[in-house]
T-cell receptor
């Protein structure tokens, strides 16, 4: 059982480029989340999805978009990357929004130059 | 404003000592979560505390929850170097299926 996988592991990206970070879970969890983690700022929620077909904005959604076409996949897209989006991105899932123990993927380290 | 405050944010201690990390929160949530993160790694769930008075223990770590005081503690007994990590607490956001995260406590345990 893989749990949650993220791809790529790391990426260096030129500013202005479009980038999609992939997240897949095989636990049939209903809820999925995208966070960014920056030194000194802790974990900040970007977008979330309580169930397939629905998404919502978190604390820092600007510059990012998500989709949830099925239960397993929750890609995060940066339409036009900027240096301030340099961060470590974590995808997480939980069995149900009402029991919110979240399980995290290994993370993607993104550098925007 | 909904807040989760951890205390201390940084802790350096010797092996064999006991210490407690505090997590205060401002929501009315009765569910609290503790996570561990090793340097350069992802977050790992440690404890889920689901009601007032809940206590959970795993090895040298014990977590408790007092919903009336809006306080959770993570107690470390006879610390060992392997427990060096950053510890986060998080609570459910009122009527919303998100977590509010503390800033994390970086724990360094010296041999």
């Amino acid at each position: 059982i893989a749990g949650i996988t993220q791809a790529p592991t790391s990426q260096i990206l030129a500013a202005g480029r479009r980038m999609t970070l992939r997240c897949t879970q095989d636990m049939r969890h209903n809820a999925m989340y995208w966070y960014r983690q920056d030194l000194g700022l802790g974990l900040r929620l970007i977008h979330y999805s309580n169930t397939a077909g629905t998404t919502g904005k978190g604390e820092v959604p600007d510059g990012y978009s998500v989709s949830r076409a099925n239960t397993d996949d929750f890609p995060l897209t940066l339409a036009s990357a900027v240096p301030s989006q340099t961060s470590v991105y974590f995808c997480a899932s939980s069995p149900d929004p009402s029991y919110n123990e979240q399980f995290f993927g290994p993370g993607t380290r993104l550098t925007v130059l | 404003e909904l807040k989760v405050e951890q205390n201390p944010l940084f802790l350096s201690m010797q092996e064999g000592k006991n210490y407690t990390i505090y997590c205060n929160y401002s929501t009315t949530s009765d569910r609290l979560y503790w996570y561990r993160q090793d340097p350069g790694k992802s977050l790992e769930s440690l404890f889920v505390l689901l009601s007032n008075g809940a206590v959970k223990q795993e090895g040298r770590l014990m977590a408790s929850l007092d919903t009336k005081a809006r306080l959770s503690t993570l107690h470390i007994t006879a610390a060992v170097h392997d427990l060096s990590a950053t510890y986060f607490c998080a609570v459910d956001k009122d009527s919303n299926y998100q977590l509010i995260w503390g800033a994390g406590t970086k724990l360094i345990i010296k041999p």
